[in-house]
């Protein structure tokens, strides 16, 4: 029995004359509305937006970071005064 080529069936045939094409020209418009320069304006105002939110993220990691520290601190001091300060 031999093999139907895939491009010689209906769906192969659909695939190729209608779907592929549609793909390649959707893939095409992308391609497009990526360089126009509204959508470098928009991914420039994308990029600044989670910059400042990385930044504010950050500033609230180190706060707590440093509250850690303060409170591991207060625990040592705790654990020493129970001790009779040994």
């Known amino acids: 029995m031999s093999e139907v080529p895939f491009y010689s069936t209906g769906y192969g045939r659909r695939f190729f004359e209608s779907q592929l094409p549609d793909l390649c020209a959707s893939l095409e418009r992308i391609a497009n509305a990526l360089e126009r320069p509204v959508a470098q304006e928009f ?36 654990i020493k005064a129970a001790k009779g300060g040994r």
């Open 43 to 78: 991914l420039a105002e994308q990029v600044e937006r989670l910059t400042k939110e990385n930044t504010a993220i950050k500033s609230k990691i180190d706060q707590t970071v440093q509250l850690c520290d303060q409170t591991i601190e207060l625990v040592d001091r705790l």
